[in-house]
């Protein structure tokens, strides 16, 4: 017997998730043992970046000589050549979903447009779904069904199904969704599909494609329906109007949002923007980071009806010396605040263009920080000048519940004496 045959079953099917498609369907001819073993592939993976891999046609072959008693754990396939081999990609693909496959990741680029199985939407087995990237669903079977599903990830992955809400569809398909990604997102794209609705959701992540490009003649509306969602990360431009908006179990949101055709908000866009719904969906959010001034402005513009966050009780904001106008409201928004995390530097005026002050405006009534119950506040950018003691001065001496300010800031003093 040779040294391979006489080690752990365990280690042998840690050596034999190293083989190829291929190797591995070799194996299982040389010995009776190996043949039970390898009958479990914990992961194929094929990318067609690399050069000096194996071919495609070879990957394909190994993955068709796995006989159908052999389950595939993890399967990854990423193919951006130039050649269209569509109908190969789905022979492989079917064959693999017939394995007991769990993780399924493709990352496929055809330009001329790649159509997906069928049989993917219908898997029982897989419980990670990875699609991506530049083509689109056009339409998905009647029976669609992805019982195991628990996390979904799209990049730059369109849904173009006629007069029905397929992503719609696809998410309520997926019983156990729990985690959903959609990465490079274009929503004006998503003629019909603009609603994530997921009962099960915990964790939606949301990140634009381009802010560059933009046509919102047609973005109107979006909706989420999520009642069980507790963690939102969502970058993007606002559309018209909220329609339903479901957080009732949010714990944490991160936002970079900003109005479709500019950068900034202005009064003009009460009238032309709804985002509501929105703002009223996020009134029991324990953690609230808003990832840029825009999305803080937003707070500010649509301040009337802004409701009161009762649960709210850590605050980021991303100020990088920008006037703190919207920030006095959201604090006094925020009954029970106990964090405030400055993400950039403390807003003040310079000595060169205001040498009788360097408390600016937006800040001078320091009022809205004595009833404020913060315990510990953090400032992640400090220069050390002359113009931030002071500005830290007027802070700390209206702060009477603070107990911690940033010991980065401390360590920071420490050094400079």
């Known amino acids: 017997m040779d040294r391979i045959s006489n080690l752990p079953d365990e280690i042998i099917c840690h050596i034999g998730s190293f083989l190829s498609a291929k190797e591995a369907a070799f194996t299982t001819v040389l010995a009776k043992k190996w043949r039970n ?46 050649v269209k081999n569509d109908e190969l990609i789905n022979r492989c693909l079917c064959h693999v979903l017939k394995l007991g496959v769990m993780a399924l990741e493709l990352q496929i680029n055809d330009k001329e447009g790649y159509s997906l199985p069928f049989e993917i939407f219908t898997c029982e087995t897989v419980s990670e779904l990875t699609l991506g990237y530049g083509f689109a669903i056009d339409i998905l079977p009647a029976n669609v069904f992805l019982p195991s599903l628990k996390t979904l990830s799209l990049y730059k992955v369109g849904f173009f199904e006629f007069g029905r809400c ?47 490009s933009f046509d919102a003649s047609d973005f109107k509306s979006v909706s989420f329906e999520t009642p069980s969602l507790a963690y939102l990360f969502y970058s993007d431009y606002v559309p018209k109007r909220y ?93 029970n605040l106990k964090t405030l995390t400055i993400d950039g530097r403390l807003h003040y005026r310079s000595f060169y263009y205001c040498p009788e002050s360097t408390v600016c405006l937006c800040v001078s009534e320091y009022a809205f920080l004595l009833k404020c119950p913060l315990e510990i506040l953090k400032i992640t950018e400090y220069y050390g000048s002359l113009e931030e003691l002071i500005q830290m001065k007027y802070i700390l001496g209206k702060l009477s519940c603070l107990e911690l300010w940033w010991k980065f800031i401390l360590r920071h003093l420490m050094k400079e004496s």
């Open 37 to 82: 073993l390898f009958t479990i592939i914990h992961k194929l993976h094929f990318d067609g970046s690399l050069k000096n891999g194996e071919s495609f046609t070879d990957f394909v072959d190994g993955v068709l000589a796995l006989p159908a008693t052999s389950r595939v754990r993890n399967f990854s396939l990423k193919w951006f050549a130039h």
């Open 243 to 335: 329609l339903n908006v479901d957080f009732s179990s949010l714990v944490e949101a991160k936002l970079h949002l900003c109005p479709e055709e500019h950068y900034n908000w202005d009064r003009t866009d009460t009238a032309r923007f709804h985002p509501i719904n929105l703002l009223n969906g996020l009134k029991d959010v324990e953690s609230l980071n808003l990832c840029s001034i825009m999305s803080l402005d937003m707070f500010y513009v649509f301040r009337e009806a802004l409701p009161v966050f009762e649960k709210l009780l850590h605050i980021s904001v991303a100020l990088s010396n920008f006037c703190w106008y919207p920030l006095p409201l959201l604090i006094k928004k925020s009954p």
């Open 166 to 212: 397929a992503f719609k569809t696809l998410l309520g398909a997926c019983p156990l969704l729990e985690e959903l990604t959609i990465r490079c997102l274009n929503w004006e794209h998503w003629r019909w599909s603009r609603v994530v609705s997921s009962p099960t959701l915990k964790r939606l992540t949301i990140t634009r494609g381009g802010w560059s």
